[in-house]
C-alpha cells in the first residue's frame, strides 16, 4: 500500500474551521496526501461525530484520523473500521466514562487562558484577545486576525457529555505534546497521551501548531500514516 492509498482526515476543534489546517493539507499534498477537513457542527459531541462519520463514509481505503483540540474526543468517538491510526494534536481525550470538560479542566489554566461562559444563545465564543494571549500567541497578528474572525462557538452539550468507549484503545495514536499551549496546560496533554500509550512527540509550539508551526504536525502524521502502510 503506497502513502497515497491512505486517507487522511482532519478535524478541526472549538472556536475554528477547516481553514486552521491549511498548511497541514498544503505539507501533506507536498508528501504525495491528499487530505480532507470535516465541517465540525459544534452543536452536541454526538453532531460532531456525525459529521466526521458522514465524511469517513465517502472514503474507500484505510484512514489516519487528525484531530486538534476538543476534536480528539471527536476522533476518539467514532466506530467506523476504516480508521487505523489517530493523531493528536494538543487534543483532549476522554475516557470512557468522562466528559471533554473532566479532562480540559483537570489542571490549573494558564494565567493568560481566557475566562469562558456561554453567551445568551448557550454557545460559547473565544474572546478576541484570546486569540493572541493563548489560542495561537506565536502567529502573526494577521493570522490571529484571521482566525478571531473564522472563529466557531461550541455549545456546552459538545464537552458535558460522558463518551464511551474510546477508539484510542484499540487502534494505535500518536500524540504531539504542545509545551507553550495555554489553553490545554502541557501537564493535562502528557497526562492523556501516557493514558493513551501514545507515540508522544514534544515541541514548543502553541494551542494551534497546525498554523504556527505546521512542519511537525505534518511530520507526525506522516509517521502515523506510513505505520498504516507499513
Known sequence: MSV????????????????????VVSGLRENGIKA???PVPLTTLADDVAALERTLERLV???????????????????????????????????EG?????????????????????DNHGLIWLPEDAFAAAFAQNASAE?????AAVQRPI??????????????????????LAEQDRMIPAATQRF??????????????DHTPSVTAPGPVVDLILEAVRAVRG
Not at 143 to 147: R, S
Open 4 to 23: 497515497s492509498k491512505v486517507n487522511l482526515v482532519l478535524v478541526h476543534g472549538a472556536w475554528a474551521d477547516g481553514s486552521s489546517w491549511g498548511k
Open 36 to 38: 480532507v477537513t470535516v
Open 61 to 95: 481505503g484505510p484512514v489516519v484520523l487528525a484531530g486538534h483540540a476538543y476534536a480528539g474526543a471527536v476522533i476518539g468517538s467514532t466506530r467506523d473500521a476504516k480508521v487505523k491510526a489517530l493523531a493528536y494534536i494538543a487534543a483532549l481525550a476522554p475516557a
Open 98 to 118: 468522562e466528559t471533554v470538560a473532566d479532562v480540559f479542566y483537570r489542571n490549573e489554566a494558564h494565567p493568560k487562558a481566557p475566562k469562558l461562559a456561554p
Open 143 to 147: 493570522e490571529q486576525a484571521v482566525l
Open 155 to 176: 455549545s456546552p452539550a459538545c464537552i458535558t457529555v460522558p463518551v464511551g468507549r474510546p477508539l484510542w484503545q484499540d487502534v494505535p495514536s500518536w500524540y504531539l
Open 192 to 205: 492523556m497521551a501516557e493514558r493513551m500509550k501514545a507515540r508522544i512527540t514534544v515541541h514548543a509550539v
